[in-house]
């Protein structure tokens, strides 16, 4: 929001086109308004760009393949679009285009489960995975609060609650298949745990946010399930107090394997979204896993560590079916949140800093927050370091929009002055360009973009996303 | 060794250039024979390459991007150096031009003990970092056989026996201070341990050989030292049973932090070489990092499994100062097969593959040694499913030269064929250029060398590593 949409031509998509992709893919394009208007949007605060001209549901790589040199043989952007829950502006068409829908492409391609992998298409959802490799006894763990699609995901970098433990989709992504703006299909990294095999095209995908092309195929790590599993909530008598405990955990080395904070704003939506009783108070969310023996040690040294810094008792989540409740709660915290005033739009933020710093940044941001008058909710991966508070304005009200467009300006600023980025886990997207550039200065902007003008030299996949650029 | 080296014409170094350099470094700069020869070779097996026409000892990003600017307007090659313990002939002037030496580019700049980070120069050395951040209660986990300098292994994606819990410098390195082939300062990352702000420079840089820049500065995840450490080797009555019991322990998903295995005649090396007494046959040299319980917790159920499997009772090295006798003689371990035949060269492979698809590669590919009468031996940071055998050619004789590239190409085409990889570690240097081609396709190949392009049109980076690139 920061950025305005950079000023660029809407590309015109040619009829000759539009009849091209018709005959090519049948029932598998649309161009119906309705649909073109869902693919034209996602998850973010943005809303007035004309949807793309059409949509093409992929069902396999050649799909993309020929989606991709038909749209390049007219120079026409191709945005890829998996379940539509982009924070960033990621799937808006602002300068014109075609869709291409993989959630089609949905299928579970290789479980190999002595190796913990799986290989999916990128429509699979992070749900779907789950339950094709549970029975198999294990799990992966990435989960953005949305059910996103693992093209969508790899393709943001995705992250979620399980990051300080598991890491991101930069640790969890062996190997891609992608079709690239020339439409040929390539393939990176391989089954193989680690490798020095040239440069790492895996690790310059995941992140690319569908500017250098479409992926069609993802070798995921898996993990296996821990023997055992426990939850806990902990209230605090102050956010500092719950943010303070969270940093000794980390420093201390535990190797906790979900760390969420939530404050009393948050906890009240959520109770409310879920019929929940949790104390309304700034709280913690924390997940153990390990052995039986291992989860009970971990969990002691943090019931001291929060008892020290004023922490109530532990409640905890025995049963899986409790634990279920608890963290579809947390993960609808957004969805709860933009209910709380019918008619909001959510405007999230994503600063993510080292977590010596976390204290500092986080309170002087939520003293900002609360003298806006702006109503907003705070949760985080606080484990990271990483937090969003969530804005929830008006969208037709340009000074409320003004407001936390000033706010997330400050709290970026203060992430970057302490060491910080400006985005742990959503992307740069259409909201974040110029962010951006005062993190990683010009140089490396210059950087990316002669990447993406060696590899997208007309400027079609995705264009207008993470900087500027003219093609 | 499988591919010659690119019959690439050697660029002129002209005098004028060698004089500004003179005049610009001073005692930094070097022509003397000596030193040239010395930055011309490393531990590979390549010996006959003419070395670099001076070496330019730079002590600040400064002294790296003059050197760098004034080669670029010649268009001469630049290659960065640390140590020199590459084994894939990183370091050698295939194409001319100069060394440009990071070695006394050796401070610790900031230690961040809250956040578990530390910032270095790149000729500092893994073995000094650990040093500087052992009184801080932490350590660094990424240890190559060699002393390597972190610059150094940033380059070539490095990793070691701890990377089976850790990770390998791909998840280790947070952010990057790197001089690019135009003299331009750029910064990738942050210290925040999460990140979707843009592409991945990071990790693009980690792994590139020096092919796209001069990494100067280089920002590493630290760990909590472990409250307990244990260490036990046992032996088994076949390569087989060892591996399948590290199979067995990595998919039960315990977090073991070592597991190396030695075979007979390494074993029989290390014995010789640093006066130990360990049971010459396969051995796995494992570690278990954690809090005492469990610790204890994982040596039993690894005890059980290796038991099944025929192993022998575990030796534990109790103290601290048997635990370091026992991982110096593993990093030594090379060094020893090499002074056990005087005057040979061991050409190493370093594939890597899926876990389950381990025994198979290795026994095959054992077989075959063994038909070929070359010495070898047989190591392998077995956890990760990446292992090395050496062979110790006399490099003279062109007749165990061959057998020996013969042995490494059925290795390579079996691990590939197993969804592995040619390199887990080393890189590919001048010595895997082709069986990159056959692990990642020509297609992959290509978006390398347009990211080459992009980023160093005139090719004066390391030119003649990972690809061959006529600039």
Not at 18 to 40: C, I, N, P, T, Y
Not at 76 to 98: N, R, T
Not at 256 to 281: G, H, P, W
Not at 310 to 320: N, R
Request: with cysteine; aromatic share 6%; hydrophobic share 40%.
């Amino acid at each position: 929001m920061n950025a305005p949409i950079p000023a660029v031509t809407l590309r015109d998509t040619p009829d000759h086109l539009l009849q091209a992709l018709a005959k090519r893919f049948d029932k598998q394009f649309s161009q119906a308004m309705v649909v073109r208007e869902q693919h034209g949007r996602d998850e973010s605060a943005f809303t007035h760009v004309p949807p793309p001209a059409g949509v093409v549901f992929a069902e396999t790589t050649q799909d993309v393949q020929d989606a991709i040199r038909l749209a390049a043989s007219a120079h026409v952007p191709v945005i890829p679009f998996g379940v539509g829950s982009s924070l960033e502006g990621h799937l808006l068409a602002v300068q014109g285009g075609i869709s291409v829908d993989v959630s089609r492409m949905n299928r579970v391609l290789e479980i190999n489960a002595e190796d913990l992998t799986v290989t999916v298409q990128p429509g699979v959802t992070r749900m779907a995975v789950n339950a094709a490799v549970k029975d198999h006894g294990l799990f992966f763990p990435i989960d953005p609060g949305a059910d996103a699609s693992i093209g969508g995901m790899a393709a943001t970098r995705a992250s979620g609650t399980n990051a300080v433990r598991y890491g991101t989709m930069r640790e969890n992504v062996l190997a891609l298949e992608v079709v690239t703006a020339s439409g040929e299909v390539i393939r990176t990294g391989t089954r193989a745990k680690k490798s020095s095999a040239g440069y790492d095209l895996t690790r310059l995908m995941v992140g690319s946010e569908g500017t250098l092309g479409v992926i069609t195929e993802v070798t995921l790590k898996l993990y296996p399930l821990p023997e055992a599993v426990s939850a806990a909530v902990c209230s605090f008598p102050s956010i500092e107090a719950a943010v303070q405990t969270t940093i000794q955990i980390i420093q201390m080395g535990v190797p906790i394997a979900r760390c969420e904070f939530l404050d009393r704003k948050s906890v009240a939506m959520v109770n409310k979204y879920a019929q929940l009783t949790l104390r309304e108070e700034p709280m913690l969310l924390m997940e153990f896993h390990g052995s039986p023996a291992s989860v009970k040690e971990q969990a002691e040294v943090v019931q001291e560590l929060a008892s020290d810094m004023g922490g109530q008792a532990f409640e905890w989540a025995t049963t899986p079916e409790a634990r279920t409740k608890l963290w579809t709660a947390r993960h609808n915290a957004y969805f709860a949140a933009i209910q709380s005033r019918p008619g909001c739009r959510a405007i999230s933020t994503d600063t993510c800093v080292p977590i010596s710093q976390l204290a500092n940044c986080l309170l002087d941001s939520v003293k900002e927050a609360d003298a806006s008058g702006i109503p907003y909710f705070l949760l985080g991966h606080v484990g990271d370091g990483n937090f969003h508070f969530g804005y929830l304005i008006n969208p037709d009200d340009p000074e409320e929009r003004a407001k936390a467009e000033q706010l997330n300006e400050w709290l970026v600023a203060r992430a970057l002055r302490l060491g910080g980025t400006c985005t742990g886990e959503h992307g740069i997207g259409l909201h974040k360009m110029d962010f951006l550039r005062a993190e990683a200065g010009d140089e490396a902007v210059n950087m990316m973009r002669a990447i993406k003008q060696a590899l997208d030299p007309h400027n079609i996949m995705n264009p207008g996303k993470i900087f500027t650029y003219q093609g």
